[in-house]
């Protein structure tokens, strides 16, 4: 069971290049998250998506843009890099629900570096 | 949406207990509270989670105050493979009537041998 699989690992792009970040999950879960992660810092919401069909921003979307692909797949597109994108991000998952708790699942994250 | 607050960093003895805090005075009646951890170069990974009333695993406890404003991390026994950044974080329902985690800066936690 691989759980959440992100692609690449490592990245370096020069500023103004486009990129995918891939993600993919095998545990059959509704809801899927983008993170990034500076260095010292928690992690910050990009964008969710909560079901198949359906993407919503989180707190800082600006110069990304996501696509929920199918129920498995949630890609993180950078159309024009810049170096403050240079980060660590995170793909998670998770069931939808409502009231009730649900476990996040995380994948081991992509470094990218934009010079 | 609500937000957490932690300290920066712990330092704990190997095999003492650890009483991470987290002050989250601004959670809503429906907002579960987690607690995830991250180890150096991986991905964050569940812990505990809590609503009202204190919780047990095996991995650690979680001590939720009366008013749900602050809760508490319990490690009982702290080992070196303990040691990692600390993550509070409510689930947060956002306005479209779908749910998203935010995170806070987190506690980086040291246990020294």
């Known amino acids: 069971n691989a759980g959440v699989t992100q692609t690449p690992k490592f990245q370096v792009l020069k500023t103004g290049q486009s990129m995918t970040l891939q993600c993919a999950q095998d545990m059959n879960h509704n809801s899927m998250y983008w993170y990034r992660q500076d260095p010292g810092m928690g992690l910050r919401l990009i964008y969710y998506?909560?079901?198949?069909?359906?993407?919503d921003k989180g707190e800082v979307p600006n110069g990304y843009n996501v696509s929920r692909l199918n129920k498995r797949e949630f890609s993180l597109r950078l159309e024009s890099a810049a170096p403050s994108q240079t980060s660590v991000y995170f793909c998670?998952?998770?069931?939808?629900?409502?009231?009730?708790?649900?476990?996040?699942?995380f994948g081991q994250g992509t470094r990218l570096t934009v010079v | 949406d609500a937000k957490t607050t932690q300290p920066n960093s712990m330092e704990s003895n190997e095999e003492e207990p650890v009483h991470l805090p987290c002050n989250h005075s601004?959670?809503?009646?429906?907002?579960?509270i987690h607690w995830y951890r991250q180890l150096p170069s991986q991905g964050p990974e569940y812990v505990i989670h809590?609503?009202?009333s204190n919780v047990n695993n095996r991995m650690a406890s979680l001590a939720i105050a009366e008013d749900r404003k602050s809760s508490t991390l319990i490690l009982h026994r702290a080992t070196l493979r303990d040691a990692a950044v600390y993550y509070c974080?409510?689930?947060?329902?956002?306005?479209?009537?779908?749910?998203?985690?935010?995170f806070g800066t987190g506690t980086r936690l040291k246990v020294l041998a």
């Open positions: 809590g609503l009202t």
């Open positions: 998506s909560a079901s198949e069909g359906t993407t």
């Open positions: 998670a998952s998770s069931e939808l629900a409502s009231l009730l708790w649900v476990e996040a699942f």
């Open positions: 974080i409510l689930r947060a329902f956002s306005t479209s009537g779908t749910y998203k985690y935010i």
């Open positions: 601004t959670i809503s009646g429906t907002d579960y």
